[in-house]
């Protein structure tokens, strides 16, 4: 059997250091504080998995799961006309790139998990790419069932998730909000941290029991964790989890052409 392949971010460092990119066949977790450019990576990595192979995508579709209405189709043509101008000023382009990508947009984990689930035998077949859950934590908000059983279902749902990435081989990322704080080079965000949200909705219905069951289905769930952050002005990904790199940290900005070096 061939080794599943990576989706390259085009950030060189990130890149290398993830020996080719986001790896297909595991949850990628992307977290940092509100406004740092979890989104634009998304939309940026989107792009990458729809772009056709002669402009160095993989030609592929994506299935972008928009828990907070944050996704801009329009931002991410603006994106694609300056990053990949050549691709994009070819006849019809934009448009087909936009209909490569499924935006859903699931008002419970559970609907969301349902349609993945019709869906996930024959995702890799269908030229799926790449599934994005943007982000994950309003999507936990949404469990309406309380206490221990909700535990159980949210590892069960969490569970879920990692196995779609296995069973179909394609990468999927997950994003997360964390409060921005100010935290020396070594440190690394607790679960209860990660589990945290700004939003009030959200963090009401994540309970303490809540938070912790998350922490520990969580950890077993995610196999590379990117943490954004910023330190003096600048932008920073930091590779916080991965089984092949040292904690590393990557600069970089935002622009019209998105998430760049
Ligand atoms: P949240 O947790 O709230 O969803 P996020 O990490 O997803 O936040 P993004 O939406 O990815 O944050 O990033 C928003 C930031 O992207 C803005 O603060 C702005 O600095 C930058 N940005 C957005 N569009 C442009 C643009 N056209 N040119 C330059 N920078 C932009
Ligand atoms: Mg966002």
Same mark, same amino acid.
């Given at each position: ?29 992307? #977290? ?30 994506? /299935? ?14 603006? /994106? ?22 499924? #935006? ?65 081989? /394609? ?20 679960? !209860? ?40 002005? !600048?932008?920073? /990904? ?24």
């Amino acid at each position: 059997e061939r080794m599943a392949g990576h989706l390259p971010t085009c950030l060189k460092g990130l890149d290398n250091a993830l020996c080719g990119g986001i790896p297909f066949g595991v949850v990628t977790e992307l #977290v940092g504080p509100a406004g740092i450019g979890k989104t634009q990576f998304c939309l940026k990595l989107s792009l990458l998995a729809s772009l056709p192979s002669s402009y160095g995508g993989l030609d592929g579709s994506v /299935i972008y799961i928009d828990t907070e209405s944050k996704f801009s189709s329009r931002r991410m043509i603006e /994106i694609g006309y300056n990053s990949f101008p050549e691709a994009f000023h070819a006849e019809g382009m934009a448009q087909e790139m936009a209909g490569r990508i499924l #935006v859903l947009r699931p008002t419970s984990l559970s609907e969301f998990t349902d349609s993945l689930q019709k869906i996930k035998v024959s995702l890799f077949q269908h030229g799926v790419k790449l599934l994005i859950i943007d982000s994950m934590a309003a999507l936990l908000a949404g469990e309406g069932v309380q206490g221990p059983q909700r535990q159980h279902s949210l590892g069960w749902h969490i569970s879920f998730i990692k196995s779609v990435a296995e069973f179909s081989r /394609i990468p999927v990322v997950v994003t997360n909000q964390v409060r921005s704080q100010s935290r020396d080079e070594t440190s690394h965000y607790s679960f !209860q941290e990660l589990s945290r949200v700004d939003r009030p909705e959200a963090t009401t219905n994540l309970d303490s029991h809540l938070v912790a069951a998350l922490g520990i289905h969580w950890a077993h769930a995610v196999s590379i964790r990117l943490v954004f952050e910023s330190r003096s002005g !600048q932008r920073f /990904i930091k590779l916080a989890k991965s089984p092949l790199s040292p904690p590393l940290a990557f600069p970089f900005n935002i622009t019209s052409s998105g998430i760049s070096l």
